[in-house]
């Protein structure tokens, strides 16, 4: 009897073994593979998104820049080249939602300063105010690692231009008017090859958490 009972507890143990490594096999194999989506103009709010690029489907990349950052030095697109970087827009005065953003950023600039495929790039909305002393002092204020985060300055129409062509981030103050920008909370991800592959709401953490665990997943790449 007790050579018998040993015999099925052999066989259980052996077969729930079995059922295990069977349950783990089928959740992996049917368990959804993450995909970030690639952004095109036409997937995003009209608002966001300059009239003249509203129908493309297709494939959308951030253009060529040239900005001034916080330590007078000319940023372009070289600099993040083959890099996974957020992208957003402040000015250093906003009383709302500037402040909060910037926390945020603070804090995703903390958890990503020991990856060197990932950066920050903030440009201002107010580059007359914003110069490049301003944006100094405001780096500093902030705790900027200048090798991963810079803030940038520059031609007023140039900045607009890229946020609503490029990074399909901005709402302007009427619908007429380009230039008449008011800036909105996103936090933009653009990856190596300079597609937009999320927005975030920079004023909400649960949010950039999110944002770092995409990074993570493009780093993987």
């Known amino acids: 009897m007790t050579s018998r009972l040993k015999k099925y507890k052999t066989f259980i143990i052996t077969l729930s073994l079995i059922s295990v490594v069977c349950i783990a096999l089928f959740y992996f194999v049917l368990k959804p593979k993450k995909v970030l989506p690639v952004y095109t103009p036409s997937m995003v709010n009209p608002e966001l998104v300059d009239t003249t690029i509203q129908h493309i489907a297709n494939e959308h990349f951030i253009s060529d820049f040239s900005f001034t950052n916080q330590n007078g030095k000319k940023i372009t697109q070289n600099d993040y080249e083959g890099k996974i970087y957020v992208a957003d827009f402040f000015f250093t005065t906003c009383p709302t939602i500037c402040p909060i953003m910037a926390d945020n950023m603070v804090w995703l600039q903390e958890q990503i ?77 653009v990856d190596q090859k300079r597609r937009v592959r999320g927005f975030y709401d920079g004023t909400k953490r649960e949010e950039v958490e999110k944002l770092l665990e995409d990074i993570k997943f493009l780093s993987q790449d």
């Open 113 to 189: 300063k020991n990856n060197p495929k990932v950066m920050l790039l903030s440009h201002s909305v107010t580059p007359d105010i914003d110069s490049v002393p301003v944006l100094k002092a405001y780096a500093e204020r902030k705790g900027v690692i200048d090798a991963k985060w810079n803030l940038v300055t520059g031609d007023k129409k140039d900045i607009y231009y890229i946020a609503r062509k490029s990074y399909l981030a901005v709402k302007t103050g009427k619908p007429e008017e380009m230039y008449d920008m008011v800036h909105t909370e996103n936090f933009v991800l």
